[in-house]
């Protein structure tokens, strides 16, 4: 079995590569091991290409060595045509012997029908090799198909007294108040290019006017998600700029525009399940929410959540905005400069 994590470990390093560049689909790697050596391997690399069953057999110089090799995969080989044909039977077709598989693919289509493809057709299969690490890889692709919503991360910003922002009067709104750093900010924009869409409330909107875009990292803006239930931000705003698309959540219409799209819905009963659905049903993975207190405050005592994020800079305001209480367990801690990240995972 250690031998076996150790190629699992591999899968992965390369599964990671395709980072920002497979969502919908999950990030996989796949290497193919002959006579203790590894002599091919490969990732999916972009939603749409080749997976990386496909990428791995591809690279091997030696066609005849796949009939005494193993293929090693963070996540079970899909049995479907999708935008692609089926990896399972291509490696039926390549005769490969045995096939090492981390967990099994939770996508309808798949769960567990790849295996059985293979194993009808007489390849060993072995499988829950560092099976926590990789469902903890594809958090989001597991999340989305087995509770059927986006994976949920709530992130703020707080003081060391434990504030998110300054008693403002309307004459103050147009910019956030700063409280963590450079180093903080592009963090944040980096996690935001990974995940598929961005939430705020309305007054975190009106007081921030927020962009709410990736401007300090490479990569994808996030669809921005915005709860305005009496329709009050003006249509100056950042949100509705139509650089980027907008989605508001509100009481009064439902429009879908190539810009600003709107859904009305009952904010009276559970408003949270509802926003989650229909994000669900737009094929979203995952969100961030980004505030302010009561947003997160009601993401919390709905139990859907699955992570929160919490930047703590250097700074004192003795009086303001409280920041939500934190839950969950501290699974990771980071010093940025002069700032703190803490990241706690929701335990239910």
């Known amino acids: 079995m250690e031998i076996h994590k150790k190629y699992m470990h591999r899968c992965l390093e390369l599964a990671e590569l395709g980072a920002g560049s497979v969502a919908p689909n999950p990030m996989v790697g796949s290497a193919i091991v002959h006579n203790g050596k590894i002599i091919g391997e490969g990732f999916h690399r972009q939603y749409g290409g080749p997976h990386a069953e496909v990428n791995a057999i591809n690279s091997v110089s030696d066609d005849k060595r796949l009939k005494t090799s193993t293929l090693y995969v963070n996540l079970e080989p899909c049995a479907h045509h999708g935008l692609t044909p089926p990896c399972s039977d291509l490696i039926i077709r390549k005769q490969i012997p045995r096939v090492v598989i981390g967990t099994i693919d939770p996508f309808s289509e798949v769960a567990g029908k790849g295996i059985e493809k293979m194993k009808k057709a007489g390849i060993d299969v072995t499988m829950a090799v560092l099976e926590k690490e990789c469902r903890d890889l594809n958090k989001r692709f597991f999340c989305f198909h087995e509770k059927k919503r986006p994976y949920v991360i709530l992130k703020w910003a707080q003081t060391l007294d434990g504030f998110i922002d300054v008693d403002r009067t ?16 592009r963090l944040v924009h980096k996690i935001r290019s990974q995940e598929d ?19 300090h990292w490479p990569g994808r803006n996030p669809l921005r ?21 907008t989605l508001v959540f509100n009481s009064i219409k439902t429009e879908d525009d190539s810009a600003v799209s709107f859904v009305k819905i009952d904010f009276g009963s559970n408003s949270i399940n509802q926003i989650l659905g229909e994000l669900y049903n737009r094929k979203i993975q995952s969100v961030i929410v980004e505030g302010g207190r009561q947003l997160i405050e009601s993401f919390f005592q709905t139990g859907q959540w699955d992570e929160s994020h919490v930047f703590i800079g250097n700074k004192f305001f003795y009086r303001g905005v409280s920041a939500p209480g934190i839950r969950g367990k501290l699974i990771a801690e980071e010093i940025l400069q002069t700032d703190w990240l803490k990241v706690f995972r929701n335990q239910p």
């Open 197 to 215: 869409a961005i939430i705020v409330g309305t007054n975190t909107a009106e007081k921030d006017n927020p962009s709410l875009t990736v401007r």
């Open 225 to 245: 998600v915005v709860l305005d239930r009496n329709l009050r931000l003006p249509p100056s705003h950042n949100l509705f700029n139509g650089k980027h698309k």
């Open 170 to 185: 309307p004459e103050n709104f147009g910019s956030p108040t700063w409280i963590t750093g450079g180093l903080a900010l």
